[in-house]
């Protein structure tokens, strides 16, 4: 398609807004609650108000007992994923194996490049883009930006002296969303093979020939990679020090869990490499939805296919500001409800593509891990009470049969958070985030804000776009990301 031709570039913006929603109605998110999803939520709602007035007590005691289950079933589905995790580590593709496969064998490659309002890191792209060890010719990377954003196309222009970037404006237009513009500049893509960085992201030079050669050692029903990643200012403060034990559990462990038992994988933001005919089919990005990464992952798997992972990184910025943090998080917590809403619109046929393992690990982690998060604020205020001097009021909604299992939960379930933390951190060596790692119940304080913030916008704004700023850390002077071993 051509960038230059007004027609084409309409047709593109139609597509890139309203593809999704068009095609395959009941997977956008643009809807936020389906039809018959609202009368089960107030009918629900309605049940339990009608049970508290009626049976207060007897209320309060049910709901403890059932999110008390949840913490259960979350808890040993989290420690079950972490030990297959620890068994399955990343796909490893060699600097051999990866600098082996000749140029002529080598697909297309288009690197996509959202940025909005970010003219300090354009530089550094260009930076990391050049490092990228990948034929020229078969190269493509479309810097995607808002045409009404001034200061980063300015920024642009002074950079790209190069002609390996092609800048791709995006026209105006609602939903201002990062998977918008990634629609946008899909129909102008040229590769075989597509993935998607962050503007400041420090991608490892052979990573593009590290998924090649994965993707030559997989099942034909692999349509994902998913790239590790970790933080280049992880000693920046101490929250860049939780984010980066958290990042290191995920990626490194938790995702490679997924990945063998074949569960649906919520991708990251960045640094998933995607087949493009599978991503044409399934109806590529929902501009609507605020996490379309997790989104993506979970429609892949809905369609039949899977999602790997490989040992190669790519180094972000780790959120130093608190504020700017819970922005952050508050959207990826409301984007993942937002997906979870989306995908049980039709459960009994989400369910016999998933079967059941996988169906219970979709409702854990996409739903169960904000609603968890807002609990706990409730059951932080429970223990708080119990201090006080109120253990008769406490006492009344914990029975001993809900007691003992929140106790379990209490004592275990953050000792063994911890226990994954820090065998996470023997594994990859990384000694130096000992007192994040052993600190972290402070870091879930600011994760239940966040999530009661994010249910908050999914009622009032759901496809709002909470701007995460970057550039506050400053860059490694010498650190290249970090490399499988040969």
């Known amino acids: 398609m051509d960038i230059d031709n007004p027609a084409h570039r309409d047709y593109a913006l139609h597509r890139a807004v309203d593809g999704l929603r068009e095609d395959h109605p009941k997977q956008s998110a643009s809807v936020p609650i389906w039809g018959w999803q609202r009368v089960a939520l107030w009918s629900l709602l309605a049940v339990v108000v009608a049970c508290a007035i009626w049976r207060p007590t007897g209320t309060a005691v049910a709901l403890m007992g059932v999110c008390t289950l949840a913490y259960v079933v979350t808890m040993a ?68 930006l808002e045409a009404d954003d001034d200061v980063t196309i300015n920024a642009a222009k002074a950079c790209t002296a190069s002609d390996m970037i092609t800048t791709v404006l995006v026209p105006p237009a609602e939903p201002r969303t990062k998977p918008k513009a990634c629609n946008y500049g899909l129909h102008f893509a040229t590769g075989d093979i597509i993935t998607i960085y962050d503007a400041e992201d420090l991608p490892e030079p052979l990573q593009l020939r590290r998924v090649v050669g994965a993707f030559a050692q997989l099942d034909d029903n692999i349509a994902c990679i998913q790239a590790k990643l970790a933080y280049h200012n992880g000693h920046q403060n101490m929250l860049t020090g939780w984010f980066t034990a958290e990042y290191a559990l995920w990626f490194g462990y938790l995702l490679p869990g997924m990945m063998r038992s074949t569960s649906p994988i919520p991708l990251g933001g960045t640094s998933n490499h995607l087949r493009r005919d599978v991503l044409d089919r399934i109806g590529s990005w929902d501009p609507f939805n605020v996490t379309e990464d997790a989104d993506l992952g979970l429609r892949i798997d809905a369609s039949g296919y899977h999602t790997a992972v490989v040992d190669s990184t790519t180094l972000e910025e780790a959120n130093s500001d608190p504020i700017n943090w819970v922005r952050q998080r508050s959207r990826w917590f ?82 063994a958070t911890i226990y994954m933390n820090l065998i996470t951190l023997r594994e990859d060596d990384r000694s130096d985030l000992l007192v994040p790692a052993l600190t972290v119940p402070v870091f879930w304080v600011m994760m239940s804000v966040a999530a009661t913030k994010g249910v908050y916008q ?27 071993t040969s």
């Open 458 to 484: 999914l009622i009032r704004n759901p496809s709002y776009w909470e701007k995460t700023f970057h550039g506050l850390a400053e860059r490694p002077e010498a650190e290249a990301p970090a490399e499988a």
């Open 334 to 415: 409301k984007g993942y409800l937002q997906t979870w809403l989306v995908h049980i619109r039709e459960p009994v046929k989400l369910y016999r593509t998933l079967r059941f393992r996988s169906f219970l690990r979709f409702n854990l982690v996409l739903a169960g891990t904000p609603i968890i998060a807002v609990l706990n604020l409730l059951f932080w205020l429970i223990t708080v009470l119990w201090f006080l001097g109120q253990p008769a009021a406490v006492g009344a909604v914990f029975p001993w049969y809900i007691y003992f299992p929140a106790l379990v939960c209490l004592i275990l379930g953050n000792v």
């Open 77 to 144: 589905d989290r420690m079950l994923m972490f030990k297959e995790g620890l068994g399955s580590r990343p796909i490893t593709i060699t600097d051999a194996q990866a600098r082996a496969i000749p140029d002529d064998e080598l697909p297309r490659y288009t690197v996509l490049v959202p940025a909005y309002n970010e003219p300090e890191v354009v530089a550094d792209l260009i930076s990391a883009m050049s490092a990228l060890e990948y034929p020229p010719d078969k190269l493509q990377i479309l810097l995607l």
